[in-house]
């Protein structure tokens, strides 16, 4: 049982654990079933109907999943979750619950690679139309913003541009025009930032980069404030789900709509790993971000380094808003920096010795990319510039191994180029 004086170091460990229905196992079994018996109809046909709680089919839900669905609202904040096999899912089915051909969304043009291609290609494909407007612009998102705006939309830190939108501002402009605000806070994590507290109406998590840490699963989650109320005249489907669920009638939405039909399933072993990670997320991230922090001051005092890019450099654009509007913990642990070209960036991947080379971040080893050549490869050039990717770019997620060496080895790769 939880307590609800706990603190997040303790939720994160210990939160919406059941041992007495586990037999006492003290890790979250793994369900690992398609579906579940029912001894009569009456009882299958009540959980349909959902007059009753109950597990049905895996591609509903799962009672592994549950528990991190449950973890989750604990450590955000929210009323409600699903997790979604993937975070590129969570955010497709947080916005496909809302929105549909005609209307408009409004987005901070600071996005993981997959979600501009997401807005910019599939979203209009399906007639919905996706305004990208500078993240930190607020004058631009205002006038981004009409009647047929279903949903704002921002990266809490922006991936990889690192900048740090004003989360209540944006979410007092989202309330004024009767729209949620959807936040994806995969790389602030709800250790460093708590969106929900400054007015964010829906979090979307890939729970595959520092809640798992271990890079050892893919996952993701969406998550409901349950304070958005859904206004007949703008949201006119959400009657039958506010009728049915009431305060819970969005993830209830996002689950019989979208998450099942798009069977957007996340393994419930998928969900079991990404369990045990969570685990340590607390002083995971505390060490990733004193470790980011002394990475970013080292690469911009190394002559071989043009810029570096990271919201806990005083210098950084980001840095005003990063220090008020977070836990006063840290500033993340993933951070750019620029090298004389690009042959520069190839050259440090090859030379360094610890950290991996890899397309991924939030796992606890230290990894780098060169995203121009790598992810964004199929990019026009103009596009790759307009999402801040330039041929001398390299992106560090830092991790937890001891300081010492992750510098030692950057030194070395950075010398040898
Ligand atoms: N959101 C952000 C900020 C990301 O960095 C990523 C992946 O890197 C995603 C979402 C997508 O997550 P996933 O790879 O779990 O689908």
């Known amino acids: 049982m939880t307590d609800v004086r706990w603190k997040f170091d303790t939720v994160v460990i210990h939160g919406a654990q059941a041992p007495g229905e586990w037999k006492s196992a003290t890790l979250a079994p793994i369900y690992q079933t398609a579906s579940h018996r029912f001894d009569t109809a009456e009882e299958l046909s009540d959980v349909f109907a959902g007059k009753k709680a109950g597990f049905i089919y895996q ?111 944006l979410a007092d402009l989202a309330h004024a025009n009767r729209a949620p605000l959807i936040v994806d806070n995969t790389l602030a994590t709800p250790y460093l930032f708590l969106p929900i507290d400054h007015g964010a109406d829906i979090l979307a998590y890939s729970t595959t980069k520092y809640l798992n840490g271990h890079g050892s699963a893919v996952g993701g989650v969406v998550i ?15 009657r039958l789900f506010k009728e049915r669920k009431g305060k819970l009638a969005y993830i209830d939405k996002v689950w019989r709509e979208i998450h099942i039909n798009f069977g957007t399933t996340q393994s419930p072993f998928q969900s079991y790993l990404t369990l045990i990670g969570l685990d340590t997320l607390a002083v995971r991230m505390e060490r990733h971000m004193s470790n980011a922090n002394r990475v970013a001051e080292f690469l911009d005092r190394h002559p071989r380094v043009k810029w570096v890019n990271f919201p806990g450099l005083p210098k950084s654009p980001a840095h ?84 010492e060496d992750i510098l030692e080895d950057f030194d070395q790769a950075l010398r040898a180029i």
């Open 224 to 238: 409901d404030a349950g304070r958005f109320d859904w206004p007949e005249e703008k949201y006119p489907d959400f």
């Open 59 to 169: 591609r509903l839900r799962n009672p592994t999943n549950e528990v991190l669905e449950k973890r989750m609202c604990m450590l955000t904040g929210g009323i409600d979750a699903v997790v979604t096999g993937s975070g590129m899912a969570a955010i497709n089915n947080a916005l496909l619950a809302i929105c549909q051909a005609g209307d408009e969304i409004v987005s901070g043009n600071s996005l993981f690679m997959s979600t501009f291609l997401l807005f910019n290609n599939v979203l209009k494909k399906l007639g919905i139309t996706v305004k990208l407007v500078e993240s930190g612009d607020l004058g631009a998102w205002k006038a981004a913003v009409t009647p047929r705006t279903k949903a704002l939309f921002v990266e809490t830190i922006g991936n990889p541009k690192m900048d740090v939108p004003n989360i209540r501002e």
């Open 320 to 403: 005003e808003t990063a220090k008020t509007q977070f836990r006063g913990k840290g500033y993340g642990a993933l951070l750019t920096f620029g090298l004389e070209n690009e042959k520069a960036c190839f050259d440090l991947i090859r030379n360094v010795k610890l950290v991996y080379h890899l397309a991924n971040l939030g796992d606890c080893k230290t990894l780098v990319i060169h995203p121009w050549s790598s992810q964004y490869i199929s990019f026009t050039e103009e596009s790759r510039l307009a999402n801040g990717i330039t041929p001398d770019l390299l992106r560090v997620s830092v991790g937890i191994e001891a300081i």
